[in-house]
């Protein structure tokens, strides 16, 4: 069976690898590493198609080590004793270099089972994943190994990789392919930084091409049919789904809707409707809060009506509520206040609640002395009366502090002139 244009493709020495100038170029930490050959315990960490694979299988054939490779979705605990069972033979009387691929998916007692070997240097380990190592890799594995963090690949250098590919795939069939212009870019631009998927939206486009008696035409056209949804570099359990919605939160609490409508799109791209609805109604109430509480009112409407229309109408009402709460004042002391008197609670700072505060609608509740001097607050000019809400223990416990808002100033004004003697 042919293998994939996307392996034949790949780089077989450093300089070949496009992207990762942070970690490859010259003087780079990872390039110096290589190129000492005393290679440590490493971890490469981010989205699919950066080169992970590429750059562990380049470092890990550069070695006298003997070479293992696993890969987490599929790697057994007896896979792993099988390589630690050759550490007193011959063939492991260099060291033994493990590279495995998707670390996140192996169990915390598979990961487990690595540790004295990495810690001795019998074992190196070469390992790659999609996740962020602090949520997916055991903390012990982390703490013995070097972490290095591969980026999406910018279009200019996916475009090398695009123009490689039809020079391949032209030199193995034997036939010349015409590219239409604006395909290159086409590809290296809608493959979110994704290599892997560029190659094979490059090749896929070639299966699709015009056939002529010169060859073969790609079509522009055709190629954004096989590209319209490749940059969905996403997932929705991984912590890139967290970090664009933690992008998209900050940017609305930081007031700055060009960045908010563009996370936005992001999210309406991989159709993840539901994440942004929740996050929305989080959002009004967490950092707009107090400062305009009408907001949650307007919010709920353009959600209720982004889930009735689904897409591709939703992207209004939701931009709608993004701008809205872009624009609007900032509030966190809901927020504040009612996590700090959770603290309070979880940490069993309360006492009794007080007895002219508990249920009285009972027979034999006077009796014990429930209800007893209760005021009630409608009875008495401006519908308050002081009194002892809180229980002894926290009696003058203040959680909810007025924010700085003309909303929250104007609700602290009321308060004072209610209170006041």
């Known amino acids: 069976m042919s293998s994939p244009l996307a392996d ?22 990872l390039r110096k590493i290589i190129e000492n050959g005393k290679i440590p315990n490493m971890i490469f960490f981010g989205p699919s198609g950066t080169g992970k694979t590429t750059v ?25 004793r099988s390589i630690i069972s050759e550490l007193n033979t011959f063939s492991g009387y260099n060291g033994i270099l493990l590279y495995l691929d998707e670390i996140q998916y192996l169990n915390k007692k598979q990961q487990q089972s690595l540790l004295e070997y990495i810690e001795n240097g019998s074992i190196t380990l070469i390992a790659s994943t999609t996740e962020n190592p602090y949520f997916a890799v055991f903390n012990a594995l982390i703490s013995r190994s ?3 963090e591969f980026k999406p690949v910018t279009a200019e250098d996916i475009a090398k990789a695009v123009i490689r590919a039809y020079s391949m795939i032209e030199e193995e069939n034997g036939y010349k392919i015409t590219v239409e212009d604006g395909v290159v870019e086409h590809i290296s631009f809608t493959c979110g930084g994704d290599v892997r998927k560029a190659v ?121 509520a993004v701008i809205l709460l872009c624009t609007s004042p900032k509030s966190n002391s809901a927020i504040e206040a009612i996590d700090a008197a959770m603290r309070d609670v979880l940490c069993g700072e309360y ?11 009972y027979s034999g ?57």
């Open 8 to 29: 034949k493709i790949r780089p077989k020495k450093i300089e070949d690898v496009v992207g990762q100038r942070h970690l490859l170029d010259k003087n780079k930490p």
């Open 56 to 80: 562990a299988r380049i470092i890990a054939e550069s070695t006298n080590k003997t070479l293992h490779k696993l890969n987490g979705t599929s790697a057994t605990t007896d896979d792993i």
């Open 146 to 148: 070097t972490l290095f």
């Open 200 to 320: 094979t939206t490059t090749e896929l486009s070639v299966f699709a091409g015009e056939v002529t008696d010169k060859g073969i035409t790609v079509l522009l056209d055709d190629v954004k049919q096989l590209s319209q949804r490749s940059n969905m570099n996403y997932d929705r359990d991984g912590s890139q789904h967290y970090d664009i919605l933690s992008a998209f939160q900050k940017s609305i609490r930081g007031s700055d809707e060009n960045a908010a409508l563009h996370y936005l799109a992001r999210l309406l791209n991989a159709g993840d409707l539901i994440s942004i609805c929740r996050r929305l109604l989080v959002i009004t109430s967490e950092d707009i809060g107090l400062a305009y509480p009408s907001a949650i009112s307007i919010v709920k409407s353009c959600v209720d009506s982004a889930m009735q229309l689904g897409m591709p109408e939703a992207r209004i009402p939701l931009a709608q």
């Open 351 to 361: 006492g009794e609640i007080p007895a002219h505060l508990k249920d009285g609608h």
């Open 365 to 421: 509740a006077n009796a014990i002395g429930h209800a007893i001097g209760y005021r009630y607050p409608h009875s008495y000019k401006n519908h308050y009366v002081k009194q002892q809400y809180l229980p002894d223990k926290i009696k003058d416990k203040v959680y909810y502090t007025f924010g700085q808002n003309k909303q929250e100033q104007a609700a602290l004004a009321y308060r004072k002139m209610i209170t006041a003697e």
